[in-house]
């Protein structure tokens, strides 16, 4: 691969150090969208020269996705050994981040790819879905932070009027790993553990597969 890097190196005129940085950014984040501060030129320089980061990560063992029209990119690991497991709570918000998304995006409520929301809904959906008590204020920001870290959401400004109402932007990167069989499993989940609801973790395809333990 370092003999590929001198070659796009030279090719382009940029530094070989733009093409480093921009392959740990994505390794350690993801994904990198075009709308986020300090990820845009990660994703343009992913954009740019697909045929590079493309062969870089394969040998890696992972899949380059990128999506000019949302202008996201980043990776998803291609063996099921590279994920790491998800708790049951991250997991389950997982599902309902992605049931919020597909109900803005069918009323026409996104901008660039992104919807808007705020934790009460959230963490309201939640309770309304999979019927569990929602978990203390640490844990939660615990599980966005998480979720923050590889570009499923974007956390805003608490409201003026609640500060403990958090603006939270969910991106695109949501519909990438959480399947339409989870979604249908969402729907039918009843409130006990998923392993007694006999949830796979085959449906996740993103490095994060849910381990079904309780808190």
Same mark, same amino acid.
């Given at each position: 691969?370092?003999?590929?890097?001198? !070659?796009? *190196?030279?090719?382009?005129?940029? +530094?070989? &150090?733009?093409?480093?940085?921009?392959?740990?950014? @994505? %390794?350690? #984040?993801?994904?990198?969208?075009?709308?986020?501060?300090?990820?845009?030129?990660?994703?343009?320089?992913?954009?740019?020269?697909?045929?590079?980061? +493309?062969?870089?990560?394969?040998?890696?063992?992972?899949?380059?996705?990128? =999506?000019? =029209?949302?202008?996201?990119?980043?990776?998803?690991?291609? &063996?099921?050994?590279?994920?790491?497991?998800?708790?049951?709570?991250?997991?389950?918000?997982?599902?309902?981040?992605?049931?919020?998304?597909?109900?803005?995006?069918? #009323?026409?409520?996104? +901008?660039?790819?992104?919807?808007?929301?705020?934790?009460?809904?959230?963490?309201?959906?939640? *309770?309304?879905? *999979? !019927?569990?008590? %929602?978990? =203390?204020?640490?844990?939660?920001?615990?599980?966005?932070?998480?979720?923050?870290?590889?570009?499923? *959401?974007?956390?805003?400004?608490?409201?003026?009027?609640?500060?403990? =109402?958090?603006?939270?932007? %969910?991106?695109p990167v949501v519909r990438l790993i959480v399947?339409?069989?989870?979604?249908?499993?969402?729907?039918?989940? #009843?409130?006990?553990?998923?392993?007694? +609801?006999? @949830?796979?973790?085959?449906?996740?395809?993103?490095?994060?597969?849910?381990?079904?333990?309780?808190?």
């Amino acid at each position: 691969m370092l003999r590929e890097l001198k !070659k796009v *190196v030279e090719e382009s005129g940029k +530094d070989a &150090q733009e093409f480093q940085q921009t392959a740990n950014f @994505v %390794i350690a #984040n993801q994904f990198a969208s075009a709308y986020k501060h300090g990820q845009r030129k990660h994703y343009l320089l992913l954009e740019s020269y697909q045929e590079y980061f +493309d062969r870089l990560f394969d040998a890696l063992g992972m899949k380059l996705y990128i =999506n000019e =029209n949302e202008r996201l990119a980043g990776v998803l690991p291609i &063996q099921k050994e590279a994920f790491v497991r998800l708790k049951t709570d991250e997991t389950l918000f997982l599902l309902v981040l992605r049931q919020i998304y597909e109900e803005k995006i069918e #009323n026409f409520e996104v +901008d660039n790819g992104f919807v808007a929301t705020n934790t009460h809904t959230i963490l309201d959906r939640f *309770v309304q879905l *999979v !019927k569990r008590e %929602i978990p =203390n204020e640490t844990r939660f920001k615990d599980i966005l932070a998480l979720f923050s870290r590889h570009g499923i *959401v974007i956390r805003g400004k608490s409201y003026e009027e609640d500060s403990k =109402n958090q603006m939270i932007n %969910i991106t695109p990167v949501v519909r990438l790993i959480v399947t339409e069989a989870y979604l249908r499993q969402l729907e039918s989940f #009843n409130g006990t553990d998923p392993e007694e +609801d006999d @949830v796979s973790d085959s449906d996740i395809e993103t490095e994060a597969t849910p381990e079904t333990t309780q808190d």
